[in-house]
């Protein structure tokens, strides 16, 4: 039998970050491309899920989600976004933030729109806007800092894009998009009538001082953006798929039908645990951050002992690091050496560009145990020294 797939199916390929994470699988490495987060989960996030199994609360939730997890989002949206929202009509609970992404993609967007994407982008950004049909406008973030030039900002506008992706803190670069570089956004997106998408869901986790602003908090923002987060990366419960959008009414509703669409409903029982876990003491996101600091601190230090050259984020929890100096051709198969040669996984910089710009780049995550970190640094450490 002859099998035609379909034209979107055909665009698209397995992530260089899914690759990644099953040759390192193969051969029993250590992972640091994957941000599968495998850090204790929270006792709180854990017992609420346990005690909703336990209560047999098993079956479908409401499409939009179980009416605590939504007022516990509200509350947290409010007293730290400072974006208050109704969670009755403003806030979708969704199968991760990937599935809140995907779910506004196709309820804004049409076949031929064209969507800005900052790069480096999330590989995930990029091929659901691939799967809906829409052409993305590249704005290159550049330099240490990836900042992006405000004349490459005003062309991709002039284009009269539908939409603009903006990920803060960034997956893959850790970039944090100031206030000031959010209010020049902000003012293009009014003036050309185009919808934002963000996703912050590592908007705990900045370093150095930085501050995470919210672009629907800035004026005229509010009515044309679709905040989106999750639990994930603040619970380490990647697994468990819990994430939400928050967005007017009427946009909400769409992202409600579709993900009952596609979905049905997040998992019944964790998003209780959810739920839980968001009454956890104030100071937890506070030590999260700490913790992380010192994680990046490791992780650089790794590097620098490999012969890479670490770009240090300002936020999340991946690290780029400019590996030419190593002589390894271009950025896949410098990934591809480093797994063979130290068991450590990584991911190519040409996954997060269109054009071939980060193949002098590696990711590396570092939400890992600390011992997991200085084990994967003595391996890398080899690549200086000639010895394994």
């Not at 986790?205 to 009515?223: K, N, Q, W, Y």
């Not at 993900?259 to 049905?264: E, I, K, R």
Request: charged content about 20%; aromatic content about 8%; hydrophobic content about 45%.
């Amino acid at each position: 039998m002859s099998v035609t797939l379909s034209r979107m199916v055909r665009a698209l390929a397995p992530s260089d970050i899914r690759t990644m994470s099953r040759a390192c699988a193969a051969v029993d490495g250590i992972n640091l491309g994957q941000g599968i987060c495998d850090l204790p989960t929270h006792p709180l996030v854990q017992e609420g899920a346990i005690d909703a199994i336990r209560a047999g609360l098993a079956t479908y939730s409401p499409y939009e989600g179980i009416p605590e997890l939504r007022e516990a989002i509200a509350r947290k949206m409010s007293s730290f976004n400072h974006l208050p929202c109704d969670p009755a009509s403003e806030v979708v609970v969704t199968v991760g933030s990937t599935g809140a992404f995907a779910m506004a993609v196709f309820a804004l967007c049409e076949p031929g729109d064209e969507v800005v994407l900052f790069e480096p982008f999330y590989g995930y950004h990029l091929n659901t806007l691939a799967a809906a049909g829409t052409k993305p406008v590249f704005v290159l973030l550049r330099g240490d800092r990836f900042e992006f030039d405000p004349r490459d900002l005003e062309r991709a506008f002039e284009r009269r894009p539908r939409a603009v992706v903006v990920c803060t803190p960034s997956n893959p670069c850790g970039k944090v998009f100031t206030r000031v570089e959010l209010s020049a956004i902000a003012r293009l997106a009014a003036e050309h009538d185009v919808i934002a998408l963000t996703d912050e869901i590592y908007e705990y986790i900045l370093f150095d001082g930085a501050e995470h602003v919210s672009l629907a908090t800035l004026p005229g923002m509010r009515e044309r953006t679709v905040t989106i987060s999750g639990l994930s990366k603040t619970f380490s419960i990647t697994g468990w798929r819990l994430g939400y959008a928050v967005a007017p009414p009427e946009i909400a509703r769409a992202i409600t039908v579709l993900s009952d669409l596609f979905y049905v409903c997040a998992p019944t029982p964790l998003q209780y645990g959810g739920a839980r876990g968001m009454t956890v003491e104030p100071e937890y996101y506070a030590d999260l951050a700490r913790s992380y600091a010192t994680k990046r601190a490791l992780m650089a230090d790794s590097l620098r002992g490999a012969g890479m050259r670490p770009i240090l984020p300002q936020g999340a929890y991946y690290m780029l690091a400019d590996v030419s100096a190593l002589g390894w051709g271009d950025s896949r198969a410098a990934a591809n050496r480093l797994l063979a040669e130290t068991g450590v996984a990584s991911v190519p910089g040409a996954a997060f560009y269109h054009d071939g710009a980060g193949d002098g780049l590696l990711r590396f995550c570092f939400a890992k145990e600390d011992d997991a970190l200085l084990e994967a640094g003595r391996r890398m450490a080899a690549l200086s020294t000639g010895r394994r």
